[in-house]
């Protein structure tokens, strides 16, 4: 079963930044695109960030675009998300989704269990 | 960008019950490209449909989707007490956006 376990939320300030991590296992990461979905507190989900198999292409929402920059390195089997000029909206569970495929179209087919960006002075 | 629109918001069923939710899209979902989650409190989505009718693994075939074009339906046809739930139906065809879910509970 695929495992991706998420790690790096926590309180920051507003302006700050964090870097998010998620580890894979249990499947070839590098064959796959891999996404970021928050979720504000009582709210729906939110796409955040995707990266192709190889890394070579990232998309972001508006909502992020120049602040969030999604990455990952595929000797270890790791995705990450820098998040820079943190805002309190930007307040949310973070998860680390697997798509199902290696690039567009894909669906979320695992979740990982989330990590908590809290964004307050 | 397609908007996606779900109703109703809240629907209050008992165990047993059929459940229907639909999801709404502002322009046509290209090639189906529509899925369905499950999500329960504290916990992660869980994928249940894609392709709009397909099952995802391990999902009870008392799920089912259907629709093309704008207009979606997930049918759950008697709930059973793990079913009660919010359910976020996704386009991922192009800009990955989410519906503001449904909210599946107990009557």
Not at chain 1, 23 to 42: D, E, H, I, K, L
Not at chain 1, 63 to 89: C, H, P, W, Y
Not at chain 2, 26 to 44: D, N, T
Request: with cysteine.
């Amino acid at each position: 079963e695929v495992q991706l376990l998420e790690s790096g939320g926590g309180l920051v300030q507003p302006g700050g930044s964090l870097r998010l991590s998620c580890a894979a296992s249990r499947f070839t990461f590098s064959n796959y695109a891999m996404s970021w979905v928050r979720q504000a507190p009582g709210k729906g989900l939110e796409w955040v960030s995707a990266i192709t198999d190889s890394g070579g292409d990232t998309y972001s929402a508006d909502s992020v675009k120049g602040r969030f920059t999604i990455s990952r390195d595929n000797s270890e089997n790791t995705l990450f998300l820098q998040m820079n000029s943190l805002r309190a909206e930007d307040t949310a569970v973070y998860y680390c989704a697997k798509g199902s495929a290696t690039s567009r179209p894909y669906y979320f087919d695992s979740w990982g269990q989330g990590t908590l960006v809290t964004v307050s002075s | 960008e397609i908007v996606l629109t779900q109703s109703p918001g809240t629907l209050s069923l008992s165990p047993g019950e059929r459940a229907t939710l639909f999801c709404r899209a502002s322009q046509s979902v290209s090639s189906g490209y529509l899925a369905w989650y499950q999500q329960k409190p504290g916990q992660a989505p869980r994928l249940l449909m894609y392709g709009a009718s397909s099952r995802a693994t391990g999902i009870p075939d008392r799920f089912s989707g259907s629709g093309s074009g704008t207009d979606f339906t997930l049918t759950i046809s008697r709930l059973e007490p793990e079913d009660f739930a919010v359910y976020y139906c996704q386009h991922y065809g192009g800009s990955r956006t989410f519906g503001q879910g449904t909210k599946v509970e107990i009557k």
